[in-house]
Nanobody
């Protein structure tokens, strides 16, 4: 089992920045890809970014490229979000990908960007 705790959300004005953190405990996650997802009100959960342990493979959704930066350090994963837009408003989740797909999920943290 992997337990994920997400933190760092909040409310900012457009153009502002936030840094999300995801702390993993329990089963070691060093061999797995970890990712960030978000879900806006009334919309389906969508992929934001993912990273492997060695940071040699990083993926971003087109909508956040150039504004968001994903990183990880041991059992911690981060999402630095710059130049935030109102469309980035959502609940952000971190997750761990195993052979079964994204199997473990954090509790989510709210990010609200006002115009």
């Amino acid at each position: 089992q992997v337990h994920l705790v997400t933190s760092g959300g909040g409310s900012v004005q457009a153009g502002g920045s936030l840094r999300l953190s995801c702390a993993a405990s329990g089963r070691p996650v060093s061999g797995y890809r970890m990712g960030w997802f978000r879900q806006a009100p009334g919309k389906e959960r969508e992929f934001v970014a993912s990273i492997v342990w060695t940071s040699t493979s990083i993926l971003y959704a087109e909508s956040v490229k150039g504004r968001f930066t994903i990183s990880r350090d041991n059992a911690q994963m981060y999402l630095q979000m710059n130049s935030l837009k109102p469309v980035d408003t959502a609940v952000y989740y971190c997750a761990v990908q195993t052979s079964r797909g994204y199997e473990y999920w954090g509790q989510g943290t709210q990010v609200t960007v006002s115009a």
